[in-house]
């Protein structure tokens, strides 16, 4: 839906307000046209219903006014004298109909000085349950979103079974696409496993503005571009539309940023011909092959598991597969004297992956020799021909079209690029992307098969890690802490340093601060 078609909803949703209440504003001492007024309308409401201003705000907040919207309704008819539950039950079941009838057929009288604390234990929990699903959704949507970390594509930096939070303010925070959703759960409902939303309606696209532009080597939450894909290649076939903020969250590191002229040789990022450093928490790994001068129990050789992520090896080995190895650690395992060889497994240049982007014969490209591809930048144009279109032609039909509300078609014909029909020789961007790569760089699903990111689909920044846990896919009971990553920064230079104990400190200084003074509270 446009903005124009959700002014109209507005203004709809505005007339049913004031047919429905404006009787009820004469009785509360108002005027009936102050029913009428959009905002206006809502914070006289407030008055009326002895409730502070700024919810009106919260009606405005998508996610959030579908949990507000009921407790206004109830607040108001309560207001006049309707407490009973049957009464309860009909203004939520109707929508906040059920005021047309007190509206129009009940002589009721305004309680102006009506209570506002809940008559029932159960009314109590239900109301701060109600308030903080509503502070958590604030939170959750517009500051700060835990995640956790799934696979090891990052490794060395974040891993397996980190408990992360992503600041949303860094980059600026961007408002949901679906107003109708479950607060706090993204595409699917937990145990259940159905959808958590509803496709229709959509607002557009907006981000409120951050206080920072995404930095190369950041790590970087986005929704994957490619997941309304039923099958990502080669080629990408068919599509299961799923709205920007429903699409799956990943995380990796943003190795290029809008202009850049990005190379990937033999597994190194090149950027305008100079070799990316990434910042000395960042490793890179790739995977290594492992010659053994004799055949050992993998038991008796622990430095292959306390230097590496692991090895695919029977009990007896002579030769095995290193999955992902910093280049220390390799180092350190050529030193060892019963190796007698250590290998990179790569591919070699010209040979072509088919499950390489752009998944096109005209690329000879593979995920450790690839481009040189140009990252696109708002405002930037290129030439479209047929040996550059399929580097572009998802950006220009979906990441520039669909999902912005607007109809383009590429299609080739012959030697000739057409959009809607018409001929295309050159592209302007309408937005700034991004090229996402894991550290991890034989054991990452990233931005080689898939492509470019375009910033509508940046979610945040990953700032904290406040909890850290082995085994988190071999059941809860099975979950081993790592102590030293609780509380411990994602950026930053030199060693990661846990703050735990400076946050168990600051907790238990603020229960007995609260303690005693509750204590001399009661004294008094």
């Known amino acids: 839906m446009s903005w124009t078609g959700w002014l109209l909803f507005i203004l709809v949703i505005q007339v049913i307000h004031f047919l429905g209440t404006w009787k009820l504003y004469v009785k509360a001492g108002r005027q009936a046209w102050e029913a009428a007024i959009p905002v206006y309308n809502a914070v006289i409401l407030m008055k009326i219903i002895n409730r502070p201003w700024w919810w009106t705000i919260l009606l405005f907040v998508p996610i959030v006014n579908l ?8 607040e108001t008819i309560r207001s006049f004298g309707r407490n009973t539950t049957a009464d ?3 203004v939520i079941l109707t929508l906040g109909l059920y005021t047309y009838y007190i509206n129009y057929t009940q002589d009721v009288t305004y309680i102006e000085d009506r209570s506002l604390h809940p008559k029932t234990a159960a009314g109590e929990w239900i109301s701060s349950i109600l308030f903080a699903v509503v502070a958590a959704t604030l939170v959750h949507t517009y500051f700060m979103q835990p995640f956790t970390i799934p696979t090891s594509s990052l490794e060395k930096t974040l891993l397996v079974g980190d408990f992360l939070f992503v600041s949303k303010f860094h980059y600026g925070a961007r408002t949901p696409i679906t107003p109708i959703a479950l607060p706090m759960v ?13 496709s229709w309606p959509e607002i557009p696209y907006f981000r409120f503005p951050g206080f920072q532009d995404i930095s190369r080597n950041d790590i970087v939450v986005f929704s994957w ?7 990502i290649g080669p080629p990408c076939k068919g599509y299961a539309y799923k709205p920007i903020d429903k699409k799956s969250n990943y995380v990796k590191r943003c190795v290029g940023i809008p202009g850049d002229s990005l190379e990937v040789r033999d597994g190194y990022v090149y950027i305008d011909g100079k070799k990316n450093d990434l910042p000395d928490r960042g ?12 055949s050992i129990n993998a038991n008796t ?25 910093s280049e220390d650690a390799i180092a350190k395992l050529r030193a060892n004297p019963n190796v007698q060889e250590v290998f990179r497994l790569t591919q070699e240049k010209g040979v072509r992956d088919p499950g390489v982007f752009p998944k096109d014969s005209q690329y000879d490209w593979n995920t450790d020799n690839f481009g040189p591809i140009l990252i696109p930048k708002a405002g930037m144009t290129v030439g479209i021909d047929t040996k550059s279109i399929p580097l572009y032609k998802r950006i220009i039909e979906i990441y520039e079209g669909s999902e912005m509300r607007v109809d383009q078609k590429v299609t080739v014909e012959g030697s000739q690029v057409l959009l809607n029909g018409e001929a295309l020789t050159s592209y302007t961007f309408k937005q700034d992307y991004y090229w996402m790569m894991g550290d991890n760089r034989n054991n990452s699903q990233d931005a080689r098969m898939w492509g470019y990111v375009p910033f509508n689909h940046v979610v945040g920044k ?9 085994n988190t896919n071999q059941g809860l009971l099975k979950w081993k802490p790592r102590w030293e990553r609780f509380f411990t920064t994602v950026g930053g230079n030199g060693a990661q340093v846990s703050y735990l104990k400076y946050f168990l400190i600051g907790l238990v200084l603020l229960i007995g601060f609260n303690f005693f003074r509750k204590r001399r509270k009661a004294a008094k």
């Not at 949990?67 to 109830?74: E, Q």
């Not at 571009?225 to 099958?231: A, K, N, S």
């Not at 622990?302 to 692991?310: A, K, V």
Request: aromatic share 14%.
């Open 88 to 90: 309860t039950l009909l």
């Open 186 to 198: 993204h595409d699917t409902i937990p145990k259940v496993g159905s959808k958590s939303y509803r």
């Open 67 to 74: 949990i507000m919207f009921p407790v206004i309704w109830v």
């Open 301 to 325: 050789f622990p430095e292959i598991y306390d230097i590496t992520d692991g090895v695919y090896a029977r009990n007896e080995l002579k030769m095995s597969i290193i999955p992902a190895a």
């Open 225 to 231: 571009p490619v997941d309304d894909c039923i099958d």
């Open 462 to 470: 990953p700032v904290f890690v406040w909890a850290s846990f082995d």
């Open 283 to 294: 490793k890179l790994q790739f995977s290594y092959g492992l010659k053994l001068k004799k």
